[in-house]
């Protein structure tokens, strides 16, 4: 019991009243206590309480948590692991406990020295001045399964602190990522396949572009606007080598430039800006420039923000390339930095190479043009010359004709009745004799003027048609040579002019010739009919000995030529064409086909057609038709 502490009094002088109110407040300041006591007690017991719901609330988190929830003690031990660690690394919580080194062992040997780096830097103990809770760091790294099966997980740690401040360890949070990660590797993949796909489909329509495009220029620039379809490219130009000796490369087609940047890049710019120094490297080289510069600078010549301008920090330079070497770059530039990986560097040095023989193509295409122009208009002026020789020469013909007509044979038959007003005045035998003898010769003179009057320019092709005319020459031929020749004329077949018709006789007379000469028979077929477009085609056909189609296309003897090499190249010349199909022992067939309407403008003879005509000559091998 406790003592009075009050001053002693004398018992005698404290009234019976006094103790009585002393006895009653002790009274109540029992009951007082008591209360209080059962209060605390009742408190206590629902402070128990609410901390074993507080501790099974929290645990039953903690237990349950889908990451691996642990706690380390400042030494590096293990305070807490949650079972999810099982979970996520195949091993219980105790093996961490028991096995310190276990987590080192299950990290990813490719990982494990930036884990270690991670470890050694966050994983200390702080220093008494960190008195407040730092940041969380995080780490992605791969890990080993108990069961051998890989798997990303995302490393968290921060430290802890009590409400002294004292550092207790640091709360990790570990936790299985492999899915985000396969689906982030899995996105990165199709991007990639798309940007590749982009790519591909660029490097096509550049193709297409090679055989469409008329111009170099119009190549070039359709080449930069189909590499601004790449993905992150955001500028392309084109230049080549400057001539001359001079290093520098001259920018022939380009786009993406805002103004004022184009106006730089045009007027020689910075060298940083636009790619040069690479363009130039790779023409030295013949190798792929690739530069990533640091984060751009802000200037006063830069466009302000807001605009669509983003700075360029990566440029790639893709050397054009021919059999003498560089000639120019296609540069491409962007303000991704990562853009150019090592994959689609290799489709973007297809895409050069494409338009590098798209170049060269073109560039061959209009020399080929020049010179197939020139061509034409030299085959133009020698089938005009031709056709002038041709025409001269049945000029020269009809007027030679004309001349043995009206004057030698004149004068011979005038010499001739001369010679018959002489006979009255010799009688001696010898004399009359003798102009007996001057007659007869006077005769066969006239006898042959008038058949070289005939052979130079027969009458029927000035008087009558191509019909008559072929009618005349198997009747000539018969006569004078033995040969029978068989008429077969389809339709009506007139040319229409007598340029072409005194051709076609003297062709049908030559072909005539060359089977009385060659073919050792005495008949031949004639056949004649009118093509489309205004064509005429002759065949003359025999069942002679044949010959050999090369003697006359290599002209290995002229006199067994048979006339056919300069009939084909008067023909080729005139538009039209000659083909033999003949085989030694099986006879011979000639088909000539020549226009009806004359040499006028009517038909063009292309280059390809005359080189053809020319080398091959139309001369068909043995066993080709060309009614087939």
Known sequence: MAKWAGPHRPLRSVSVRSFHEMALNLAAQRRQLQGLR????????????????????????????????????????????????KRITGYPPDAFETEPGLL????????????????????????????????????????????????????????????????????VKIRDITD????????????????????????????????????????????????????????????????????????????????????????????????????????????????????????????????????????IALPLLSDRGPFGALVLNSSNPEIFGEEQVQLLLELANNLSIGILDLRMRTERDLAIGTTERLAEQLRSLAQELAQTEQRERKHLAQFLHDNLQQLLVGATFRIETLHGQFHSKADLKALKGLADTLQEAIRVSRV????????????????????????????????TVALDLEGEVEPDSEPVRMFIFEAVRELLLNVVKHAGVDQALLRCRVLEKQMIEIKVEDQGVGFDRTVVETHADPAQGLGLFSLRQRVLFLKGSLSVVTQPGHGSRFTLVVPLLGWREDRKVSVGEYVLNMFNGGLQGAHQDPDS
């Open 38 to 85: 059962e209060l605390l007690e009742k408190r206590e017991s629902e402070w128990a309480g609410e901390l074993v719901q507080s501790e099974l609330k929290f645990r039953t988190i903690v237990e349950n948590a889908f990451d691996w929830e642990r706690w380390d003690s400042p030494d590096g031990g293990i305070v807490y692991s949650s079972p999810s660690c």
């Open 104 to 171: 080192d062992r299950i990290i990813h040997p490719g990982d494990f020295p930036r884990w270690k780096s991670h470890y050694s830097t966050v994983h200390v103990v702080p220093g008494v001045a960190e008195a407040a809770p730092g940041p969380s760091v995080e780490s992605n790294i791969r890990i080993i399964r108990a069961d051998g099966e890989l798997r990303w997980v995302e490393h968290t740690c921060h430290p802890i602190f009590d409400a002294q401040g004292q550092f207790k360890g640091r709360r």
């Open 180 to 315: 985000q990660k396969r689906s982030e590797e899995e996105h990165a993949r199709v991007a990639t396949l798309g940007r590749f796909n982009r790519i591909q489909q660029a490097i096509i329509e550049c193709n297409r572009v090679i055989l469409r495009a008329g111009t170099e220029q119009e190549l070039l620039q359709e080449f930069c606007r189909i590499s601004m379809k790449v993905e992150g490219v955001q500028q392309a130009w084109i230049g080549l080598a400057e001539s001359g000796g001079n290093p520098g490369v001259r920018p022939v087609a380009h786009l993406g430039f805002e103004p004022a940047a184009l106006d730089r890049f045009l007027a020689g710019g910075s060298h940083d800006d636009f790619g040069q120094v690479q363009a130039g490297a790779a023409i030295r080289t013949g190798q792929v420039c690739i530069q990533i510069r640091p984060p751009f600078l802000w200037d006063s010549s830069t466009p302000a923000q807001g605009t669509s301008f983003q700075p360029t920090q990566s440029f």
């Open 452 to 483: 070289l009057t005939v052979e130079l320019y027969p009458p029927v092709v000035q008087e009558k048609g191509l019909k008559a005319c072929l009618e005349w020459l198997g009747h000539h031929f018969r006569i004078h040579h033995g040969l």
